[in-house]
């Protein structure tokens, strides 16, 4: 089945720079790419999403990118803010009845 | 609109007893899903219905736990007996359709002791 690997763990930025996570999948055959944002003791939110026909959305200050060939897809978010402080998930969705599988999650903290 | 949801939020039950949790979805999503979430971990489906059907329970360990969604709406996840390694967050999601935004709701955190 699918495995998905995130990197890293954790990771802090100061205020204003930009924050960049990267995940690798293992089955190519995976062909949507969300990314959630939970911060600590709620639930997760969808905050991107980029479907396998696309190398690259944007929304506002985020931005994921996706490379099929090497089968990675990152997450950048320029201008950080405080409240960007939250552990961010990637996943990975293939097709049938393949379950949406989630990375272990990183750990932002903007420095104000 | 009422986004996800779920009761009870908190449940402390000792191991060996019985324990259930309920989820209302969005009104008009088909597809809903259970996830389990242990601290610092990503959630972990398992179940997915599509309206009153169980698509993918292959992460449901069935010999403890069920899941049902008789009327393609509400559901319910039981687990009978617990164990201690079952205290996690249990999530609940649903959406349009297993490609559309996955919509959580606040989740129940279960202590088993």
């Known amino acids: 089945g699918e495995n998905v690997e995130q990197h890293p763990s954790t990771l802090s930025v100061q205020e204003g720079d930009s924050a960049v996570i990267k995940c690798t999948y293992s089955?190519?055959?995976?062909?949507?790419f969300p990314w959630y944002k939970q911060e600590l003791g709620k639930r997760p939110q969808l905050i991107i999403d980029?479907?396998?026909?696309?190398g690259e959305k944007k929304d506002q200050r985020i931005a994921v990118t996706l490379n099929k060939t090497a089968k990675h897809f990152s997450l950048h978010i320029t201008e950080t803010q405080p409240e960007d402080s939250a552990v961010y998930f990637c996943?990975?969705?293939?097709?049938?009845?393949?379950?949406?599988?989630f990375g272990k999650g990183t750990r932002l903290s903007v420095i104000a | 609109e009422a986004g996800v949801v779920q009761s009870p939020r908190y449940k402390i039950i000792e191991k060996k007893q019985p324990v259930a949790f309920w989820c209302n979805p969005i009104?008009?999503?088909?597809?809903l899903y259970w996830y389990l979430q242990n601290l610092g971990q990503g959630p972990e489906l398992l179940i997915r219905?599509?309206?009153?059907?169980?698509?993918?329970d292959s992460q449901l360990p069935k010999d403890r736990f069920s899941a049902e969604r008789l009327k393609g709406v509400d559901s319910t996840l039981k687990i009978q007996p617990a164990e201690l390694g079952d205290s996690a967050v249990y999530l609940c999601?649903?959406?349009?359709?297993?490609?559309?935004?996955?919509?959580f709701g606040p989740g129940t955190r279960l202590t088993v002791l």
């Open positions: 980029i479907r396998s026909n696309v």
């Open positions: 009104s008009g999503h088909n597809t």
């Open positions: 219905y599509e309206n009153e059907e169980a698509v993918d």
């Open positions: 999601a649903s959406s349009m359709g297993v490609y559309n935004e996955q919509f």
């Open positions: 996943a990975a969705l293939g097709e049938g009845n393949t379950p949406l599988v």
């Open positions: 089955d190519s055959a995976s062909n949507y």
